[in-house]
């Protein structure tokens, strides 16, 4: 979990950075090769047989002259190891024993958090001790081949086994205490970190106990926590670590570490509901799953998953438990839909498990099931579809649909917002604009798609597409480069602009009246006024580029604004409660924007 409280100074990263040494850094990871003032390797981001990645020592720098990655030594450590960048600065700072200061803190909470995080390095050092241990009893411990026999039944291989340091937790109350030979501290930080229980009185005893360990690792690969699963009749079955100063359930996921360290690209990550289906999947070459630990899915796991991937995909057991934990998922993911985010859901056939079913079906089967699952907006409109009472067809049954999907659709933002509407409106067969009224939603893009796409017995013989870039064009063309200046241009202004009856007058409303309803955003406007039917007006714009120049571009803007207001003002359409004085005061924003 990112440290709250403060940002890290900026004079420490630079201080960090001067201290240490991007070669020495690098070829801990990458085994590099001297050659002349600059050492070389083949480039760990991309595929190459000849080495086009360089180290400089006196720069301080990498840069691969094959695919271009390039930065310093806390970049590198973001991208080889998979790490945001507060935990790639505390893995650098802690690798040259630099405590991370955190700004607007007084000397007494700066030496409060140095002390935290001394207690935290020693904590670390007690769960390593703890997974070696326990790792070495998989090994040597006589009462060891039931957990053995479990792994190899469940088709583990060496290999995967220590790659994730699966390990044995052998009976009795005391064997870790006696197998770390603990002394007084060490047995209260084993208390500390959840691995002794402490009864009233004083009294200490194993958590776990005869079962199967799973070490839980943060982003730097610290053991943080263990899951075990018993292997005798014992409950629960699956046990995890409580909360502790190092471990927090909510923002953290097991099998992302091992997931980074396998340097593959992923296009998604599967999120499975055990540490054996994730330990399973990476048997057969699935390399992206993830598991929650022992809770629900969070806000905090979402956004750390979309910071490695755009698709995320929760895989559930299809029975009613699984059902509500996907439709809890579905909620707090419906407000982080946004550009190119996207959320799945695969129900397993009841009694399977991932685990399972990949042993059934091999892995291109189970990664055809990934492929072929519900995206979060069919999940949803299946899923309010089947409360309903009344058929979705009856005049009952849509107005329970809409109903029930109105906190939902306001939950969404933007784009994502309107094509949620517009599924409804779809359902129910309302237009956008009225479902929209309904659930006292105004995404901005409903009314432009009201306005713009009236009958055609409306339209003139005007309505024929341009073959120039006319004066609305041109206007167009300066607000995508300055989308903030349509904000000089009152409401009554862009109505009038959307009930011309030529097509790039219209072009132009749906553009500006985009851009003021979702915070001046391009691409969104873009997308809403390509979909209204008006793209061979966006590509005759975009055709024509003009120079970025701030002089040009505001020169432009004012002799376009009042030739575009006179040119409505002669075809009389400024009915809307604009006029010329009106105008005068445009012109007047215009020259103060």
């Known amino acids: 979990m990112a440290e709250q409280g403060g940002s890290i100074p900026r004079s420490f990263i630079e201080t960090l950075l001067s201290r240490a040494d991007v070669v020495q850094v ?72 630099m405590v ?5 803190r007084s000397p007494a ?24 241990f326990y790792r070495h009893q998989l090994r040597d411990h006589s009462q060891s081949q039931q957990a053995k026999d479990y792994l190899k039944e469940r088709g583990l291989s060496a290999d995967v086994a220590k790659e994730f340091v699966i390990g044995f937790a052998p009976p009795g109350w005391d064997s870790l205490v006696k197998g770390l030979t603990a002394d007084k501290k060490l047995q209260q930080q084993l208390v500390e970190v959840g691995l002794l229980v402490e009864k009233e009185g004083g009294k200490q005893y194993d958590r776990f106990r005869h079962r199967v360990m799973f070490p839980i690792r943060d982003g730097r690969g610290r053991v943080i926590a263990f899951g075990g699963r018993v292997l005798g009749d014992d409950q629960p079955k699956y046990l ?18 091992e997931m980074r360290q396998s340097r593959e690209k992923f296009d998604n990550i ?37 910071r490695q991937v755009n698709e995320i995909v929760f895989c559930f057991d299809g029975d009613s438990a699984g059902l509500k934990a996907a439709w809890k998922a579905l909620e707090l993911a419906l407000p982080m839909m946004e550009k190119e985010r996207s959320v799945k859901f695969l129900f397993l056939p009841e009694g399977e498990d991932p685990d399972s079913m990949v042993r059934k079906e ?3 089967g189970f990664k055809k099931r990934v492929a072929e699952s519900l995206s979060l907006s069919e999940f949803l409109m299946q899923g309010l579809q089947g409360k309903l009472s009344f058929p979705v067809n009856s005049i009952e049954g849509r107005q329970q649909f809409v109903s029930l999907a109105e906190p939902y659709v306001q939950s969404a933002h933007g784009l994502y ?4 509407a517009e599924g409804v409106a779809n359902l129910v067969d309302l237009p956008t604009w009225r479902v929209e009224k309904q659930m006292n939603v105004k995404s901005g893009f409903a009314q432009f798609k009201k306005d713009s796409t009236r009958p055609g017995k409306n339209l003139s013989s005007e309505s024929v597409v341009t073959k120039v870039v006319t004066l609305p064009l041109k206007m167009l063309r300066l607000l995508l480069k300055r989308p903030e200046w349509s904000v000089v241009f009152a409401k009554e202004f862009v109505q ?7 097509r790039d007058y219209v072009t132009l409303g749906g553009f500006i009246k985009t851009l003021q309803a979702n915070e001046f955003n391009v691409q969104i406007a873009t997308q809403v006024v390509n979909d209204a039917g008006y793209q061979p007006e966006m590509e005759l714009v975009m055709q024509s580029d003009i120079p970025d120049d701030e002089a040009f571009i505001q020169a432009e803007f004012d002799v376009c604004v009042i030739a575009l207001a006179t040119a409505l003002d002669e075809r009389n359409l400024g009915k809307s409660g604009w006029n010329a004085d009106e105008m005068l005061k445009l012109q007047a924003l215009v020259q103060n924007k």
Do not use: W
Request: charged share 20%.
């Open 26 to 97: 690098i070829n801990q990871r990458v085994p590099l090769k001297k050659a002349g003032s600059s050492y070389k390797a083949c480039c760990p981001f991309h595929d190459e047989k000849s080495p086009s990645f360089n180290v400089s020592s006196s720069k301080q720098f990498y840069h691969c002259f094959g695919c271009g990655a390039s930065g310093d030594a806390i970049k590198f450590l973001m991208e080889y190891d998979g790490l945001s960048f507060v935990e790639a600065v505390e893995a650098l700072a802690a690798q040259y024993g």
């Open 100 to 104: 991370v200061p955190r700004e607007q």
């Open 109 to 132: 909470q700066q030496k409060a958090q140095q002390l935290k995080q001394e207690k935290q390095r020693d904590l670390y050092d007690v769960m390593h001790l703890a997974a070696k």
């Open 240 to 257: 995890n670590s409580p909360e502790t100063p190092i471990f927090h359930k909510s923002y953290t996921l097991y099998g992302l570490f």
């Open 270 to 306: 599967l999120v499975v509901e055990g540490y054996m289906d994730v330990v399973a999947l990476a048997q057969y070459g699935i390399r992206n799953a993830v598991a929650t630990l022992g809770t629900a899915t969070t806000v905090e796991h979402l956004e750390l998953l979309f």
């Open 362 to 364: 091999g892995t291109e």
């Open 417 to 420: 917002q309107f094509l949620l």
């Open 496 to 502: 009038d602009l959307v009930k011309s009856k030529q």
